[in-house]
């Protein structure tokens, strides 16, 4: 079976304050990708990031990061110093590779206090 | 650039009754998926449309319907509405060509329907 699990279903931080949002995975397939959307309260999903099951390099795009370890099935999403404008749903997702399908995670709100 | 379009934004609807949504993609895509979004969960992948014809289709029964016309633009339809119905329709376009990178999906901000 292929899954998404994101644990936390809701978290709350001060503004400057550093979170990481978990996320693992289950799929028996070798090549897959993964994703990260964020929605805002508008409703559409914003691209954040995708990465293919034989990159594992880690990757930092300003304030956001993401730790890929296949070792453990999971793909974090860390946002450093964060901002009232992060306040949102964050979406892990994963896409099996004969698919264009997503998979999604029940997602994870996120809501930045100043 | 328009970005893609839902239509329309919210919609009631009683149970029993049918619906369609519709759904213009991004300049450029050729690729149109639906997925339905019940509150507080993930979106679900309902079916994908390419060449107007069904491509892939996610666990949903035969009452979720869909096509695409020559213009790419697509409408989702829902027959004999379910309480359980209610939800965020989401339509996301791409371009078939994006080799999997899904590079290409741009995700509409949804019509919210809502079944009495």
């Known amino acids: 079976a292929q899954k998404v699990t994101q644990a936390q279903t809701e978290i709350s931080v001060v503004e400057k304050e550093d979170v990481t ?9 070798t090549t897959y990708y993964l994703f990260w959307y ?3 309260p508008s409703g559409e999903l914003v691209f954040l990031i995708r990465r293919n099951s034989f990159d594992e390099q880690n990757e930092i795009s300003g304030r956001y990061s993401w730790n890929f370890q296949k070792s453990t099935s999971s793909f974090n999403f860390t946002i450093t ?10 979406f892990c ?3 099996p590779y004969n698919t264009d399908k997503l998979i999604f995670g029940t997602g994870t709100r996120l809501q930045v206090f100043p | 650039d328009a970005g893609v379009t839902q239509s329309p934004t919210h919609l009631i609807k009683t149970r029993g009754q049918q619906v369609t949504l519709r759904c213009s993609p ?3 895509h050729d690729t149109v998926s639906w997925y339905q979004q019940a509150l507080g969960q993930g979106p679900q992948f309902i079916f994908q449309y390419y ?3 069904e491509r892939q289709r ?28 209610s939800a965020l329709y989401l339509c996301a ?15 509409g901000s949804g019509t919210r329907l809502t079944v009495v």
């Not at chain 2, 029964?61 to 004999?80: C, I, K, M, T, W």
């Not at chain 2, 376009?93 to 995700?107: A, D, I, P, R, V």
């Open chain 1, 21 to 29: 949002l978990d996320c693992v995975y289950e799929t028996r397939d």
């Open chain 1, 38 to 40: 964020k929605q805002p």
């Open chain 1, 81 to 90: 110093a964060s901002q009232v404008v992060d306040s949102a749903v964050y």
């Open chain 1, 93 to 95: 997702a994963l896409s």
């Open chain 2, 26 to 28: 991004k300049s450029g």
């Open chain 2, 51 to 53: 060449e107007e014809e």
């Open chain 2, 58 to 85: 996610g666990n949903f029964p035969d009452r979720f319907s869909g096509h695409q016309f020559p213009n790419y633009s697509s409408e989702l339809n829902v027959n004999a509405l379910l309480l359980g119905d």
């Open chain 2, 93 to 107: 376009s791409s371009w078939w060509g994006s080799s999997k990178g899904h590079y290409g999906y741009t995700f």
